[in-house]
Nanobody, 121 residues
Framework: VQLVESGGGLVQPGGSLRLSCAAS????????IGWFRQVSGKEREGISC????????YYSGSVKGRFTISRDNAKNTVYLEMNSLKVEDTALYFC???????????????WGQGTQVTVSP
């Protein structure tokens, strides 16, 4: 499965972005899909996940209430809607597919290359 993220960019604090994770070579509804982010020099942080069998969603405390994960199986795409963005949300955002949801990297088998989100006045 190949994953490609898109939708990143530069936005002011308080603004919104929608990230997309498009898959090829496999169907995303078979996998749990997670979103991670990474600031240069720091470890990847798991921020959200949507399960494959029941679409239950999970969020880290840092994004809960502001970010929403969803999937469109017809388009083989998972989205991360990000609202009320803060400067500290600035990072490289990755989507990943695996056997289950976790804030750790080990259940995930496939990773995209990432899309940069920069939140700046």
């Amino acid at each position: 499965v190949q994953l490609v993220e898109s939708g990143g960019g530069l936005v002011q604090p308080g603004g919104s972005l929608r990230l997309s994770c498009a898959a090829s070579g496999g169907t995303l509804d078979y996998y749990a899909i997670g979103w991670f982010r990474q600031v240069s020099g720091k470890e990847r942080e798991g921020i959200s996940c949507i399960r494959n069998n029941n679409n239950i969603t999970y969020y880290s405390g840092s994004v809960k209430g502001r970010f929403t994960i969803s999937r469109d199986n017809a388009k083989n795409t998972v989205y991360l809607e990000m609202n009320s963005l803060k400067v500290e949300d600035t990072a490289l955002y990755f989507c990943t597919a695996g056997s289950g949801c976790s804030t750790y990297e080990f259940p995930y088998d496939y990773w995209g290359q990432g899309t940069q989100v920069t939140v700046s006045p």
